[in-house]
């Protein structure tokens, strides 16, 4: 099963952008999607993207379009999640998730087997 790590969080003013990584270790994650997701202190975990391994297709929520991209970096094993223009909305831990294609595509956490510890991303003035 893939073993997944997060990392590149902290606090940032609104605004600003960050970028964050999710490296993926243990099996290949070929035949995977690679997700992020998102809980906010008191609020249920949440989609925010998603990205299909073998073929770059992603998906999104309504919060994350035209703000946020997913990319993949195949020599390094590893998905970054870049964010713009970020907003106090968007402070929560996010988490990194992985699922196999075999069973499709959902956007509801429970589905997603595989997950990271979770990397602090704080919005603030």
């Known amino acids: 099963q893939p073993h997944l790590v997060e990392s590149g969080g902290r606090l940032v003013q609104p605004g600003d952008s960050l970028r964050l990584s999710c490296a993926a270790s243990?099996?290949?994650?070929?035949?995977?999607?690679i997700g992020w997701f998102r809980q906010a202190p008191e609020k249920e975990r949440e989609f925010v993207i998603s990205?299909?391994?073998?073929?770059?297709?992603?998906r999104y929520a309504d919060s994350a379009l035209g703000r946020f991209t997913i990319s993949r970096d195949n020599a390094k094993n590893t998905v970054a999640l870049q964010m713009n223009k970020l907003k106090p909305d968007d402070t929560a831990v996010y988490y990194c998730a992985a699922a196999s294609v075999q069973w499709g595509h959902f956007y509801y956490p429970d589905k997603w087997p595989y997950w990271g510890q979770g990397t602090q991303v704080t919005v603030s003035a």
């Open positions: 243990g099996r290949t994650i070929s035949g995977y999607y």
């Open positions: 990205i299909t391994w073998d073929d770059g297709f992603a």
